[in-house]
């Protein structure tokens, strides 16, 4: 069931369900990119100047995300006929095409459903939020930024990886993880599992408490 309150999805829950208009058509939240992961973010205004490197990032980044598995969805509280004389505007002038569906979110009813629209720094537009949902349509990793402050794509692209190889080998990354580095081998939970782990061979041990290793 759709929802219409004002809320702030955490991390954890099921992404809120919703249908919107989109730049590739009408949407069902629930029934789109079956079995992918998807990246909702939102951006405050079509044609303004931070709005536009971050959708050129996404854009000329998109392949990455593809190889992840993973679809990119954008919003802002604009109409359609405005999301695409900007996506036709940016392809015009610097040749970056904007393919990923933009919802125009003139009703700000997903804004709100997302917790996207933060009165203390504006109530008209969403700020720049970033929602990581996995295959089944739960919600993994949430950013915000302010208006003024791009996000950062290696991060976005960092973190999306991160959480992808931590759920197919069951391990935990450290900081500043990155792709080829070591991951950190969850803690024991028991007395067998720490005299294993005292007792084990690894590629690195701190101490029982933290392990690393090499996948």
Not at 17 to 38: H, N, R
Not at 44 to 57: I, K, Q, R
Not at 103 to 129: C, F, H, W
Request: charged residues 25%; proline residues 6%.
């Amino acid at each position: 069931m759709e929802q219409e309150v004002n809320v702030m999805p955490r991390i954890g829950d099921q992404a809120p369900d919703f249908t919107a208009v989109t730049t590739k058509g009408k949407i069902k939240f629930s029934e789109y990119a079956k079995d992918k992961w998807v990246i909702l973010f939102s951006h405050p205004a079509d044609f303004t100047p931070v709005c536009t490197t971050e959708m050129s990032g996404f854009a000329q980044r998109k392949n990455e995300f593809d190889a992840l598995n993973t679809e990119l969805m954008g919003l802002s509280i604009d109409s359609i006929h405005s999301h695409l004389a900007w996506v036709n505007n940016v392809k015009e002038k610097t040749g970056v095409y904007f393919s990923f569906p933009i919802i125009a979110d003139i009703d700000m009813k997903v804004s709100k459903l997302y917790g996207m629209l933060q009165p203390n720094e504006s109530e008209t537009a969403a700020v720049r939020a970033v929602f990581f949902i996995d295959p089944t349509k739960k919600i993994r990793l949430v950013m915000y930024y302010p208006l003024n402050v791009g996000r950062n794509m290696d991060e976005i692209l960092r973190a999306l990886e991160a959480l992808q190889v931590s759920d197919a080998n069951k391990v935990a990354m450290p900081l500043n993880w990155k792709r080829g580095d070591k991951v950190i081998v969850p803690p024991p939970v028991d007395l067998d599992g720490l005299n294993e782990r005292l007792e084990g061979n690894y590629d690195e041990k701190i101490d029982f408490y933290l392990v690393k290793k090499d996948l």
